[in-house]
């Protein structure tokens, strides 16, 4: 008996003790100031309101203790009668007033300051999706998705975790420091919500709607947020990562991006002449299946009955080829299937609905090349 | 306060004969306390059902990584836990302490309406049989957050969503019908002398919760149905490119969503200025302020919703209006834990169980209405909005304060039900684990909000591991605690325990004291009069 608590006391003691991650990466307790004036504002707020509370509180527990002590019947006290006081009401009435027209005012001028984003030099429009963001710089040719980074594997805890578990992503925004950036924030489908932390920036992104928020970061960093706003099955799995980087440094980043995206329209050109091999679209396809497609219709094609549909076997993948294409490329109005067309280039659409055609024993044997999908998407 | 007719004392074969034998009893029964008492079994089942989902919950994120179930799965532990606890527990026990209490309270033989009474109760389990059984469906059940955010709620959620609307319909009938009965009751069946003014404060909070259930059920019944219709029915309530707005969901949902918080607090005050004054042995400070700050906040309660909504993009000048009307809020109810405090002042305290829960109430849930202030200021809420700060906060208003209440409710008026006192030992166990496992399990939760966990997430980054798997002990612990009240329970209603006379405690005052314990199942058959 004994020694199964102990053995139990001994598991419970080593399970509270390790340290689940390498770094010890430690948590603030409180809120950080962050990395614009604005954000500083908020935590100085935050400090205020959080101090009046503690001190309410640190007045009204302390009488209820003393009362808790002193007044007890133990002590062979006989209670007072008194049970009404006007006068004591309304000063206890009009103090937390006093108090409170004391906050709204320095809360009022943050908060219209942080609601007055004209006269900003970058504007970023910020979609979110299920479950990633895109973003698409409204002076520059230059948009991409940012999708979670964290390896499934390690979520499902076959590999040891990193250091950003869940804070990483492939493309992070990039934004120049000392700069009033504006961010325009829609979505394509369900409520997202685009939140970093260190920005103080936290605005929903509503479908059919454009909100606008801004920044104006002070040094150059890393600043990481998530989505705030359930959104559906991976919610907790769409973070946001920000770059700010010094102006001339910025710039160089644009110049960048600009050409790399007009090279891969040229080379999208290009391929319309040309045909794939199988084994290169089935490879090609089944990364871009595995971040695109899986969340979804899952690894295995299944899906998730009820929710998401399965297509091994599904009728869309077996039967014809155009009408496939057209789903992946338009999207189903009315559920959760998104146009992908605007998402990933014709060769990778080519190679996912090849993939989808001939994986998990779909053996149809089509080839989908570049050029039918561009016929169809040209055809709308 | 008040002289009761020999009435009461009733030979026990008298009413005996109103007892159908066995299940149907129950299932016939127009009885008030029968009533009462289906309800707070029914309510105490459903704590245990959505703690057992609470369980899941802090299971999964007792460490960081996916263990235990997929996220689709707990975001319908989410979902389902929060509509469990606030539609099948808090609620139903409220409605439960009424109908007990009321009648008692005002002198009156029983509710007004009792068959609609009987009505009211069946229905719930049936919604909630509906409720639960979708999670068993191919797809599963809910899983978009109680508050079922449109478009998550319609275009993207499954076929469930069906049974999730039908189920809260019945709840909301069941809820109206409820408070349609309490305000009847309350009106007319008050004894002679029993003027409004000198209503007991439990009554008279329930009497203005019992008109806010009424002024916003129907906001809710209408929101499920354009839920429903967009779904099913190709309407665009809140589908923009059919000329809606999503946004315009959340103002409705939160039009009935505020006021739904101040039904599951305003009845918690009621209890707790009974209960401190009994045991301070000094009448309550300012009984009249009491009244007008209780519908002081019910009717700001009206004014208030978009607070819940900051982040939505509305328009500067409503932030700023929305800001201060719930600073307002904290006005009235900073009075009402001044006269608690002020009650207690120069009283003559002892500290048996239900006075504890009650202190207890009164220190965490000022925490979490102080909480609720720092949450109002628009830029901070920023910050706070959809973090486990707003978790905290919420579970420190409905846990350690309407749940805390209601179980101070049981343990003050249980002797007075069963005519036994109940187990002491047991009952401080209750109260002592519990106290101390609902601050581990919530507390915590601040620091890691403010460090930005956002909720509803069923993974998260390193940093916050440690302090997430203290707070599922925590949650583990308070879950096992409240199987110590199960005990206390069965052992009281088999009626194990020293009896115990008329006024159960020394202090207590009102009609039901007047009545012998246990309580007949009539009582006040002819009315008492009140000087």
Not at chain 2, 32 to 49: N, P, Q, S
Not at chain 2, 480 to 508: H, M, N, T, Y
Request: aromatic share 14%.
């Amino acid at each position: 008996m004994s020694r199964g608590v102990y053995k139990w006391a001994t598991l419970l003691f080593s399970l509270l003790s390790t340290s689940v991650f390498a770094e010890g990466k430690s948590m603030p307790l409180n809120l950080t100031k962050g990395a614009s004036d604005i954000s500083a504002q908020v935590y100085d707020l935050h400090m205020i309101i959080f101090i009046i509370c503690a001190v309410i509180g640190v007045v009204v527990f302390g009488a209820m203790f003393v009362s808790m002590l002193l007044h007890r019947k133990s002590r062979g006290v006989t209670p007072a009668n008194f049970h009404e006081s006007t006068t004591v009401e309304i000063i206890w009435t009009i103090i937390p007033f006093i108090i409170l027209i004391g906050v709204a005012i320095p809360a009022a001028n943050t908060l219209i300051a942080m609601e007055d984003p004209s006269e900003a030099e970058v504007s970023i429009v910020v979609t979110g999706s299920q479950w990633k963001w895109h973003y698409k710089y409204m002076d520059n040719d230059v948009e991409y998705y940012s999708l979670l980074a964290t390896q499934q594997e390690q979520i499902y805890n076959k590999f040891e975790k990193g250091e950003n578990y869940l804070l990483e992503v492939d493309r992070p925004l990039v934004i120049p420091t000392g700069k009033k950036v504006r961010f325009l924030i829609t979505s394509d489908d369900v409520i997202h919500s685009w939140w970093v932390p260190a920005f103080a920036v936290k605005k929903d992104a509503n479908p059919g709607f454009i909100n606008e928020a801004w920044t104006n970061v002070n040094e150059p960093g890393v600043y990481r947020g998530q989505c705030a706003e359930l959104c559906g099955k991976d919610h907790g799995f769409m973070p946001i990562v920000v770059i700010a980087k010094d102006p001339a440094d910025y710039q160089i980043w644009v110049d960048e991006q600009q050409a790399i995206q007009l090279a891969a329209k040229e080379e999208e050109q290009k391929l319309l002449a040309m045909n794939m091999e199988m084994d290169e679209l089935m490879s090609v396809g089944e990364k871009v299946y595995t971040s695109s497609c899986a969340a979804c219709h899952q690894g295995s094609g299944e899906g998730l009955p009820g929710i998401f549909p399965a297509l091994k076997g599904s009728p869309i993948a077996l039967g014809d080829v155009s009408k496939h294409i057209d789903v992946v490329v338009s999207g189903v109005s009315g559920t959760a299937m998104q146009a992908f067309g605007k998402q990933l280039s014709l060769k990778e659409l080519a190679a996912v609905i090849t993939y989808e055609r001939n994986a998990w024993g779909n053996s149809t044997g089509d080839t989908v090349q570049a050029k039918d999908v561009n016929a169809i998407v040209k055809g709308q | 306060m008040s002289s009761v007719a020999e009435e009461v004392h009733h030979d026990d074969d008298h009413h005996d004969h109103h007892h159908t034998p066995g299940i149907k009893r129950w299932l016939y029964t127009t009885n008030h306390k029968d009533i009462g008492t289906l309800y707070l079994w029914f309510a105490f089942i459903m704590f245990l059902v959505g703690g057992a989902m609470a369980m899941v919950i802090r299971a999964e994120l007792f460490q960081p990584g996916m263990q235990i179930v997929e996220p689709n799965f707990f975001n319908q532990m989410t979902t389902v836990h929060g509509l469990v606890m606030v539609f099948g527990a808090v609620m139903p026990a409220f409605t439960g302490l009424a109908n007990w209490m009321v009648p008692m309270m005002i002198g009156a033989p029983d509710m007004a309406l009792p068959r609609m009474n009987n009505w009211s109760f069946w229905i719930l389990p049936f919604a909630f049989l509906i409720l639960l059984s979708s999670l068993f469906l191919e797809g599963g059940g809910p899983n978009f957050g109680w508050t079922f955010y449109a478009p998550l709620s319609t275009t993207f959620s499954n076929d469930s969503t069906a049974l999730f609307v039908f189920s809260v319909h019945i709840m909301g009938a069941s809820s109206i019908m409820g408070a349609i009965n309490v305000i009847v009751t309350i009106m007319n069946m008050r004894a002679p002398g029993m003027t409004y003014m000198k209503m007991p404060m439990f009554v008279w909070t329930w009497f203005i919760t019992a008109f806010l259930l009424i002024a916003v059920m129907p906001v809710l019944a209408g929101a499920v149905t354009m839920v429903l219709t967009d779904k099913f029915f190709g309407t665009s309530f809140f589908n923009a490119a059919g000329g809606g707005d999503p946004v315009m969901f959340q103002h409705i949902f939160w039009f009935f969503g505020h006021p739904e918080v101040y039904i599951m607090i305003l009845p918690a005050f009621g209890i707790i200025s009974h209960i401190v004054p009994a045991f301070a042995r000094k009448p309550l400070f300012g009984y009249a302020s009491m009244v007008y700050a209780t519908a002081s906040i019910a009717l700001l309660s009206f004014i208030v919703w978009a607070h819940h909504m900051f982040t939505t993009g509305m328009p500067v000048v409503a932030e700023l209006f929305f800001m201060i009307a719930t600073m307002l809020i904290s006005v009235p109810t900073g009075v009402k834990v001044f006269n608690w405090v002020a009650t207690m002042w120069r009283g003559a305290m002892t500290f048996e169980v239900p006075m504890l829960f009650a202190l207890a109430f009164i220190v965490l849930f000022t925490i979490g209405g102080l909480s609720g202030l720092m949450l109002a200021i628009t830029p901070v809420d920023f910050q706070y909005h959809d973090t486990y700060f707003v978790v905290a906060h919420f579970h420190y208003v409905l846990v350690t304060g309407a749940i805390f209440s209601i179980m101070a409710a049981a343990y003050y008026w249980l002797p007075k039900w069963t005519g036994k006192m109940f187990d002491i030992k047991l009952a401080q166990w209750h109260f002592w684990c519990s106290l101390i496992s609902v601050n581990l399990l919530f507390f915590p939760m601040h620091f890691v909000g403010l460090a930005g966990m956002p909720r509803r997430i069923p993974d998260y980054a390193l940093q916050f591991a440690d302090f997430n798997k203290w707070i599922s002990l925590g949650g583990f612990a308070f879950g096992l605690s409240q199987l110590i009240f199960l005990a206390l329970l069965i052992k009281a209603c088999r009626k194990k325990g020293d009896s115990v006379p008329a006024r159960v405690w020394e202090g207590a005052e009102g009609l039901e004291w007047e009545v012998p314990s246990p309580a007949p199942y009539h009582t006040f058959e002819t009315p008492p009069v009140i000087k």
